[in-house]
């Protein structure tokens, strides 16, 4: 029924052969390596799925996912933001810039409308993206190649930087490795290199590299796997007054309809906020500019202070802060960061398998989301769940909620996925579970997790339980653990 309506819908991620293919995760981004081809519509291959199959029997170009809204969340939620500036615009790199069609989720507000906030941000991304890719440097440049096919005027050079996608520089059969020099004639700056294939004869570049000539060298500046109907490469900017694309191929020769080369501004990086084992904050600032931030639910301007030094938050709660550089007066995005109380005091009591040094229960409350706790052992093998750890806060608290860091390593063994947590005043009883379930979408969305308690509940001593893991079931894997409290 739905072809016969629309002819020319495309399905998603299913076992039609006329469909986009789901590129495995819901994080915005798709494989370097990107093969617009594809077989096996039925497999469950996420790396299958990430990368294509060179050569495959289906035309199955890769969808990449994610939502607008950051941490991820697929609804309307009055606490949460739209993606930060510097975010949104990398997600246009790590999609539509690595061969993919991009889908973005959004979450449409009780209105019926899309929320200010979110249309503010595409907007946003819209206007960096035009201000990035807007001067194409290679555009009344000089070119020139190895080869092209038939020493016709029809697949010269000149083809690949003439501003369509309609024409194309071809090679002659037989030729897989072919070069285009692009003399700019004087030194010029750049950052960015976009390619793009002729997609009617298919997709067929394996592998290319961008050289600069400097100082009478050629050197390298980027390169890549696979190209496809767009590949957008960001590099640290070169300055150079030539520039060199060498291209490989398995197939019978080279096509490019598209070479565009830029020098896009730099977008001013978001201050990083962070914390230490003793609730210490910390904010990190691009180079040449000052912070200003504030703490708790109030960020007008008239509450925020500039940063000069780490100080206390202890008891937790959330920091707001942006980066201002007076020299330019540009400023970043704003951005929230919320903490749960200081783990100083902290100490693990009992854990059904503590194990021991780099996988030791006590990485589940060092402060450090790189590091983790897990069930596996060098010669007793893997733990199953269920599996629980009791920590002693140090102190008598308020808590209303709890965060899990769930292992983000693109490994999903042990990724716990079903919960129950305990409180207790004695460390003896514990009663019925404070709060019970499951961490919903977690394999495609491993990132912190609130949990929010029906009410709040005094109490010095926590029990976590992993009662379900991903996978085999057959071990718990768990990057960390906090507790949001009550002020006092």
Not at 109 to 121: E, F, L, N
Not at 151 to 158: A, G, K, R, Y
Request: overall charge neutral.
């Amino acid at each position: 029924m739905i072809k016969a309506l629309q002819p020319k819908a495309i399905f998603f991620g299913g076992i039609n052969t006329d469909a986009a293919r789901w590129v495995g995760n819901e994080s915005g981004y798709a494989n370097e390596t990107n093969w617009c081809t594809f077989s096996d519509t039925q497999t469950s291959d996420r790396k299958l799925r990430e990368s294509g199959v060179k050569g495959g029997k289906y035309w199955l170009p890769a969808e990449a996912d994610t939502t607008i809204l950051y941490p991820k969340k697929w609804y309307f939620n009055n606490s949460s933001k739209p993606r930060t500036l510097k975010q949104f615009t990398d997600l246009y790199y790590t999609t539509i810039g690595r061969n993919a069609v991009f889908n973005l989720g959004l979450s449409i507000a009780p209105s019926g409308r899309i929320h200010d906030d979110d249309a503010k941000a595409m907007l946003a991304q819209k206007k960096q993206i035009d201000k990035e890719l807007a001067k194409d440097l290679a555009t009344g440049a000089s070119i020139k190649t190895t080869e092209f096919r038939d020493d016709s005027n029809s697949f010269s050079p000149e083809k690949s930087i003439d501003g369509t996608t309609k024409t194309y520089w071809a090679t002659s059969d037989g030729i897989k490795t072919a070069s285009l020099t692009i003399d700019f004639e004087k030194d010029t700056t750049f950052n960015r290199l976009l390619l793009q294939e002729y997609i009617p004869l298919g997709q067929r570049v394996d592998s290319f590299s961008l050289q600069v000539k400097e100082n009478g060298i050629w050197k390298e500046a980027v390169k890549g796997t696979t190209i496809g109907y767009k590949r957008i490469l960001r590099f640290a900017p070169v300055t150079a007054s030539k520039a060199r694309l060498t291209l490989h191929t398995d197939a019978p020769c080279l096509t490019l309809s598209n070479l565009s080369i830029y020098n896009a501004p730099i977008i001013m990086t978001d201050p990083v906020i962070n914390s230490d084992r003793n609730g210490r904050i910390s904010i990190e600032a691009p180079a040449g500019a000052s912070v200003f931030y504030t703490i708790g639910s109030k960020t007008s301007a008239a509450d925020l202070k500039k940063y000069t030094a780490p100080f206390d938050l202890s008891n937790g709660g959330s920091v707001t802060a942006y980066a201002f550089d007076p020299s330019d007066n540009s400023s970043s995005d704003t951005v929230t960061k919320h903490f749960g109380i200081a783990k100083a005091d902290w100490k693990i009591i009992d854990c059904t398998f503590p194990n021991k040094d780099s996988a030791s229960v006590n990485r589940l409350i060092d402060g450090d989301l790189t590091t983790m706790w897990h069930t596996h052992h060098d010669t007793q093998g893997r733990q199953s769940p269920p599996q629980s750890v009791i920590i002693d806060l140090g102190r008598t608290i308020n808590v209303t909620a709890f965060t899990y860091m769930p292992r983000h390593d693109a490994c999903f063994v042990g990724l716990v996925d079903r919960y129950e947590l305990y409180l207790s005043a004695d460390g003896i009883d514990w009663g019925s579970p404070a709060v019970k379930g499951e961490f919903h979408n977690i394999k495609n969305n491993p990132i912190e997790q609130v949990i929010t308690l029906l009410e709040p509940q005094k109490a010095r001593f926590v029990k976590f339980k992993a009662t379900h893991s991903l996978e085999a079931n057959d071990c718990v894997a768990i990057c960390e653990l906090g507790i949001i409290a009550c002020p006092d």
